[in-house]
């Protein structure tokens, strides 16, 4: 039952000797830290996943720059036209209606107001009488005398 002792004169010997054993450890090894990282990933993977996350960070920011952006010219768009509508509602030209400050629809209505009492147009049509007087100046009674088949406004 008991071998003899067999003295190992060659690398080659000795490599064949100790093969076993080097190949039972080392799955023993392999095992055991297999086993204990299971469920982390690998240094390649992870260097994936950064490059691919600081690609969709750069895509995020870029969206909310755009966003950004097109809020701000839908803000203006709207400001431009509530400021038209006021204008017109006060009788003002459409040249002044960005002259029109505040930032809710009352103070600009407010200052529609001001700005229209200021601007009055220089110079106002008289009021057509249609009753029996004549409120016609001089050169438009003439007018009319020369031209009888016209009708006075």
Same mark, same amino acid.
């Given at each position: 039952?008991?071998?003899?002792?067999?003295?190992?004169?060659?690398?080659? @010997?000795?490599? =064949?000797?100790?093969? *076993?054993? #080097?190949?039972?450890?080392?799955?023993?090894? !392999? &095992? $055991?830290?297999? %086993? /204990?990282?299971?469920?982390?990933?690998?240094?390649?993977?992870?260097?994936?996943?950064?490059?691919?996350?600081?690609?969709?960070?750069?895509?995020?920011?870029?969206?909310?720059?755009?966003?950004?952006?097109?809020?701000?010219?839908?803000?203006?768009?709207?400001?431009?036209?509530?400021?038209?509508?006021? @204008?017109?509602? =006060?009788?003002?030209? *459409?040249? #002044?209606?960005?002259?029109?400050?505040?930032? !809710? &629809? $009352?103070?600009? %209505? /407010?200052?529609?107001?001001?700005?229209?009492?200021?601007?009055?147009?220089?110079?106002?049509?008289?009021?057509?009488?249609?009753?029996?007087?004549?409120?016609?100046?001089?050169?438009?009674?003439?007018?009319?005398?020369?031209?009888?088949?016209?009708?006075?406004?």
């Amino acid at each position: 039952m008991s071998e003899e002792f067999k003295a190992i004169e060659t690398q080659e @010997a000795f490599d =064949a000797a100790i093969k *076993a054993r #080097l190949e039972r450890n080392t799955r023993s090894v !392999t &095992e $055991e830290v297999t %086993k /204990k990282f299971e469920g982390y990933i690998s240094p390649d993977d992870a260097k994936k996943s950064t490059d691919r996350i600081t690609a969709l960070e750069k895509e995020l920011a870029d969206g909310k720059a755009t966003i950004a952006d097109l809020t701000a010219k839908n803000s203006a768009y709207e400001i431009s036209s509530v400021k038209m509508k006021i @204008a017109r509602e =006060a009788g003002l030209p *459409a040249e #002044l209606a960005e002259r029109l400050n505040g930032s !809710t &629809e $009352e103070e600009l %209505k /407010k200052d529609a107001e001001a700005l229209a009492a200021l601007v009055k147009p220089a110079h106002q049509p008289r009021p057509r009488s249609t009753e029996g007087g004549s409120n016609l100046s001089g050169v438009e009674e003439a007018f009319y005398k020369k031209n009888p088949t016209l009708r006075k406004g």
